[in-house]
Structures are given as structure tokens and as C-alpha cells.
């Protein structure tokens, strides 16, 4: 496995970077894991440049401040990845209400958006997701971090990790990665503050960013729904559904995906652009 340094990408967010010499990517992980989650794919995409963050609380990044919203920490990360000249931003799970807040933040700045296993603030949300969040939290609450936050977390229904336990060595990276998640904010609530807030049909259809919305054919019905809404609504926007992948599609089967991805870059790239 390649070696991703980590480097400071704002003042309480860390990032692993894998340079290239195409276009620069940002990365946005899912729920309880981190910027390592991307490393197979990063591997098959040697040309692109990759920045993955930890976000708030996640891998080596700071809890998320008490102060910050979705549409302030989307300003933050946006302005961070433009300073850096970033170009496309690729999102999983919970790391697609970021990548949308941010093209709604700056609906003119980056080139594409990928979103897999989309979410959408204040669209559809699976009632077994949210019945375990409550009960991870209440266990929180009651004697801290506990091996036993990780073992319900990734258990079966909620199917969100369902579709790794088909890939012995993905699911045991992340087995790891969820190992290590503080759950901090299971304390002060500071996650349900970002996924609860409301991204509405006028703020997504002044959003031309190109994007590419992508669903296994496993995904939970919840995500399916938000995927069709924000393919309703974003005006440049595209779906594809990923044969027997389930909710975390992006890492599943990368082999399978990773070819979508750089043709939705390089159809949106500034270097086919200066060919033009």
C-alpha cells in the first residue's frame, strides 16, 4: 500500500495527500471512518491527485467546534481546497452533505461532484439508522467509549456495513478504522447538528456543478430516495446504479468503480479543456 503523508489542511482538520499530475481531488469519507478508507482507490487512480480530510472528530481532525453549522464548515473546507487549486470533490455517505453543501456555498467553483451513497439535509433518512444512532448515544451516555459502540455500529440491520462483510479485507480495515473512532460527538450531539440541517430544493437547483450521484443496487431505500431527489434537482447532475454494491459503493468494489470516477473527471477536467 502506497505511503499517504498527512499534512495540516485547516487549522483543526487533517488530511492524507497522494500528489499526481491530473487534476487535484477532494475526498470526503463516511460516518466513523476515515481518509484511509480511500487508499484502494487512490492506488487504482496513481494519475489524479488526491487530498482526503478526516472530518471533524474523525481519524487525526478535531471535534467539530460548537460553534460550526454545515454551511460554515462547508465554507471552511471549500476555501481550504480552493487555496490548494482542488478541483472535483468525491463524498461518500455521510460525507456527501458536505460536498452538497459546498457546491451550494460556491455553486460555480469546482469542476465536479461525486456523490456515493448520497444523503440529502432534511430529505429521506432510514428509521433503523437513526433508532441506533440513539442507542450508541444512550450507551455513550452511560459508561463512555465502550468496544461495544463499534460491534452495534457495524451489526446488521442498519445495513450500512452489510455490503463489506462480502470483502473479508475491507471489512477488517474498516473494523479498524471504527475501532479507533472516539464518538465524541455522541456527547454534545454536534453530528446530528450537521445532518440535520435542511439543503432545499432552491438551493440545489442554483447548483450547476456537474455531478455524478452514484447508488449500489443494495443501498438502503432512504439513500435510493435522496439519490433521486438530488437527481431531480441539481440541474447538471447524473445517476448511475452500481450492480450489487451495497451502501458504502465507493469502497466495496473499487475496481468496478474506479473507472466511473476518472471518466466523470476527465470529462470535466481543465486539461481536456485547454485541448479544446
Known amino acids: ?21 491530473r487534476d487535484k481531488v477532494l475526498w470526503l469519507h463516511g460516518y466513523t471512518i476515515d481518509s484511509s478508507a480511500w487508499s484502494e482507490l487512490w492506488e487504482l487512480l496513481p494519475d489524479w491527485d488526491h487530498t482526503g480530510i478526516d472530518l471533524p472528530g474523525h481519524g487525526y481532525s478535531l471535534p467539530l467546534p460548537a460553534s460550526e453549522n454545515l454551511p460554515s464548515l462547508a465554507r471552511r473546507v471549500a476555501r481550504s481546497a480552493l487555496a490548494r487549486g482542488i478541483e472535483h470533490i468525491a463524498a461518500l455517505s455521510f460525507g456527501t452533505l458536505l460536498g452538497l453543501q459546498i457546491i451550494i456555498e460556491f455553486p460555480d467553483s469546482f469542476r465536479s461532484l461525486t456523490l456515493g451513497a448520497p ?19 444512550a ?6 467509549f465502550t468496544p461495544e459502540l463499534r460491534r452495534l455500529w457495524m451489526q446488521s440491520p442498519p445495513n450500512i456495513f452489510k455490503g463489506a462483510e462480502a470483502h473479508p479485507a475491507l471489512w477488517n480495515r474498516l473494523w479498524r478504522m471504527v475501532g479507533k473512532h472516539p464518538w465524541w460527538e455522541l456527547q454534545d450531539g454536534s453530528y446530528g447538528r450537521l445532518s440535520n440541517h435542511r439543503q432545499s430544493v432552491e ?11 452514484l447508488v449500489g443496487d443494495n443501498e438502503l431505500p432512504a439513500f435510493k430516495r435522496c439519490g433521486e431527489l438530488i437527481r431531480r434537482y441539481l440541474p447538471n447532475c447524473e445517476r448511475r446504479y452500481l450492480p450489487s454494491l451495497g451502501h458504502l459503493c465507493l469502497l466495496e468494489d473499487p475496481r468496478a468503480v474506479h473507472n466511473i470516477l476518472e471518466e466523470h473527471w476527465t470529462a470535466h477536467s481543465r486539461k481536456l479543456e485547454a485541448y479544446a
Not at 500500500?1 to 499530475?21: E, I, N, Q, W, Y
Not at 439535509?121 to 440513539?134: C, F, L, N, W
Open 139 to 144: 450507551i455513550y451516555r452511560r459508561e463512555g
Open 1 to 21: 500500500m502506497k505511503h499517504t503523508p498527512l499534512v495540516l489542511f485547516d487549522r483543526d482538520l487533517v488530511a492524507r495527500v497522494s500528489p499526481g499530475k
Open 119 to 137: 444523503a440529502l439535509g432534511g430529505g429521506p433518512q432510514d428509521s433503523d439508522v437513526g433508532a441506533r444512532y440513539e442507542e450508541l448515544a
Open 203 to 213: 438551493q440545489l437547483r442554483n447548483s450547476p456543478t456537474p455531478t455524478l450521484v
